[in-house]
C-alpha cells in the first residue's frame, strides 16, 4: 500500500525557528525610543549612515549572525514545501516557482549578512566611499532582494494550495496578496515612498508561512482537485 502521510521537517517549526532567528537580529539593531541611534536607511544623510556602523560595530554584528543563521531554515523550508506539495499531488508550476523564491531569499540573506560582517571591520568602517558602497549593496539585496523573491514563495505555495484545498481560503487570499505587494516592492528601486511595501512583505510573511507550515496538509486526500496549469 502506497505511505499516503508525507514524511520530512516539519514545516510549521521551521518558519517558527526563521523567524526567531531573523527577530532577534533585528533586535539589535531596531529601537523604539525617541531620539536612540537607529539603523539608518539609504536615504539618510550619507554622514549618518557612516556614523551609525562606525558607532555600533557590535550590533551590526549580532544582526548579521542571526540574520545569517535564519536563511538556514528557511531554506530548508523551501525545500520542503515543495517536495511536500509535489507529494500531494500538485502537477503545475506553483511549487518550482516557491523553489525558485525561497532559494532566492536564503541566498540574497546570506550574502547581506557577508556583506554587514564585511562592514564593521575596522579598516573597512574607515572608508567612507567603501562603506557607503557596501550598505547600498546590502540593502538591496536584504530590501527588495527580500521582499520580491519572498512573493514569489508565499505566492508558489498558496496558488496551487488554494487550487488543491490544501490551505484555508483565507490563508490562499492572503498568500495571494503578499504575492502581489512582494512583487509590487520592485519599485522602491525607483522610488523612496514604496520602501514602504519591503517591511510589508516581510513581517506578515513571516505570520503567513508560519501559519502555512502548521496547516497544509501532510496526507494526500483520497480525491483531489487537479491544478490548473498555471496553479
Sequence with gaps: MENSRFRGPHLGILAVIFTVLFILGLSFVITFTPGAPHYPNPYDAPARVTAYFR???HDVLVCTFFQFLSA????LFTVTAFNRLKFLGVKAVGPSIALLGGLLVSST?????????????????TDDGALRALYYLGFALGGVGYSVPMG????????????????????????????????????ALLS????????????PGFIWLMLAGFMLAKRKAHSAVPSPALG
Design 109 to 125: 540573506m546570506v550574502v547581506s549578512s557577508m556583506i554587514g560582517w564585511t562592514m564593521v571591520f575596522p579598516g573597512i568602517a
Design 192 to 203: 523612496p515612498v514604496l520602501t514602504a511595501l519591503i517591511p510589508l512583505t516581510r513581517f
Design 152 to 187: 514569489l514563495l508565499i505566492a508558489g505555495i498558496a496558488v496551487p494550495a488554494g487550487f488543491m484545498k490544501l490551505l484555508p481560503r483565507w490563508m490562499v487570499v492572503f498568500g495571494i496578496i503578499l504575492g502581489v505587494i512582494g512583487e509590487s516592492s520592485c519599485l
Design 72 to 75: 538556514i531554515p528557511l531554506g
Design 55 to 57: 558607532e555600533h560595530p
